[in-house]
């Protein structure tokens, strides 16, 4: 966050946040978590056209195949985390995208990555790129969705790190579209899944900034674990509590943890929250209220659902034994307030954490120039060095 951020929190508060306010700030204020420098960029994109049902906004966009069938899609980068623990990092990239289709409504049936890396000749880069390349496979295959296409290059330009971008490909029925935000107050917010643990805790800030030299050994509790099998009874868990038309709305927990899921769901129309951390299921003993407020731990999806919807639901999440709790509440009131233990140690306006101003940088020229230099080789040289390039060549050894 920078100090002029900092200061128009103060301002904006008129106090000093204390610490779980300022570690929850934190993440929503990230690059990754808010867009505030690429905003402006994505708005001139095109979005609209008679076939897109749902645009930019929410966890997933929808396209409409036919009358009867809509498709989900999303795409999503796992970059840092993949630079500094190959395996996890592109394993929890599936997991997360794979989620965001959930979130939708829709039962997720296709993965697609285009991943880059540094010459292979070099060690580091075989190991990430082994490690990627296992990660993607092995989370997709344990789901039980497949992997049907990408795109990998290799260039100078990435040594030492790698691109992870994973998308993926949902079918729905029209009746089954859940939004990721809520229209009425009183609603009970659940938590499904995994327990929560101290894996991904600063995930999103550490994924906005200039990876360091170091940056495998410090930054390695900022990746988060994967755990596919989980994942699997959570895609059939939230589809068959859709199916009931008792889900108000759902998210899942990925970048900013339970924070971001939260305060995105009941702030996007100007409601507010109530959570009791302390009721979310832990991994781990003695975590603080911020450490759970922002853990990234994977595989767990938040539903709002009005009170007497709640059994119904929790009769589906024991049947497929999934662990479930409700950690709170929405309300009218457009503030965002945390109890732990009895004690209030939270209290926001919620569109504090959601509505993170614009980074406006200066523009400057860009000149792509640079001498080629053009190697003396002969033809038959030229023809060898192309055609056992690794980005001419077959895939197929990669897929």
Known sequence: MFPHEEKLIRERLK??????????????????????????????????????????????GIVKFDEDTWIAVGIESHNHPSAVEPYGGAATGVGGIVRDILCMGARPIALLDSIRFGPLERERNRYLFEGVVKGIADYGNRIGVPTIGGETEFDESLDNYTLVNVACVGIMRPEHLVHSYVSEAGLKLVLVGNRT?????????????????NAEEENR?????????????????????????KVRALKDL???????????????????????????????????????????????????????????????FDKYELEWSVIGEVINEPRYIVYWNGEKVADLPVDLLTGVPTTEWELKPYSAERPVETPDVGFERAFDLVWSSPNVISKRWIW
């Open 15 to 60: 106090r000093e946040p204390n610490e779980v306010e300022k570690a929850m700030l934190e993440v929503m204020w990230s690059e990754h978590a808010s867009y505030k420098s690429s905003r402006p960029w994505l708005r001139l994109l095109p979005t609209e056209n008679e076939h897109v049902v749902l645009g930019p906004g929410e966890d997933a």
């Open 197 to 213: 643990g101290r894996d991904g805790i600063h995930g999103v800030t550490f994924a906005s900034e200039e990876l360091s030299e």
């Open 221 to 245: 509790s900022a990746v988060q674990i994967p755990d596919p099998f989980t994942e699997k009874l959570l895609i059939e868990a939230t589809l068959e509590a859709v199916y009931t038309g």
């Open 254 to 316: 990925g970048g900013g943890g339970l924070t971001c899921a939260s305060s995105e769901m009941a702030g996007k129309k100007g409601f507010g929250a109530v959570i009791y951390a302390d009721r979310v299921p832990l991994r781990e003993p003695g975590m603080t209220p911020a450490e759970v407020m922002i853990s990234e731990s994977q595989e767990r999806m938040l539903f709002a659902v009005k009170p007497e919807g709640v059994e119904e639901l929790g009769r589906i």
